[in-house]
Nanobody
Framework: QVQLAESGGRLAQAGDSLKLSCSFSGRTFGDYTMGWFRQAPGEKRQFVAGISEESSLTIYGAAVEGRFVISRDNTKNTVYLQMGSLKPEDAAVYYC?????????????????WGQGTQVTVSS
């Protein structure tokens, strides 16, 4: 079965950049669409970004469009989230997930596996 592990979360200052990583194991990484979601205290988990199996397609949530970039390295079984121009409202636990096919990238309930999450805190 798919196993995911996020890393890279930390305390950052507003305006900073931060890069999250998510390592994948258990199945063939290149068969899966990958997504990043986030959840702040008291809020629902929110879609952040998604990337297709061969990186040909990406999609972003409105809150992060233009500031975050999702990428993947299929040789390293890793998906990344480059976060730029961080804002206090970006603070959350960030989760990566694996799903297929691409059309389900924003459908949280269809994800087959999730990581344990990594905490991002942004101070103003």
């Amino acid at each position: 079965q798919v196993q995911l592990a996020e890393s890279g979360g930390r305390l950052a200052q507003a305006g900073d950049s931060l890069k999250l990583s998510c390592s994948f194991s258990g199945r063939t990484f290149g068969d899966y669409t990958m997504g990043w979601f986030r959840q702040a205290p008291g809020e629902k988990r929110q879609f952040v970004a998604g990337i297709s199996e061969e990186s040909s397609l990406t999609i972003y949530g409105a809150a992060v469009e233009g500031r975050f970039v999702i990428s993947r390295d299929n040789t390293k079984n890793t998906v990344y989230l480059q976060m730029g121009s961080l804002k206090p409202e970006d603070a959350a636990v960030y989760y990566c997930g694996a799903t297929k096919p691409w059309r389900l990238v924003k459908v949280q309930s269809k994800y087959q596996a999730w990581g344990q999450g990594t905490q991002v805190t942004v101070s103003s």
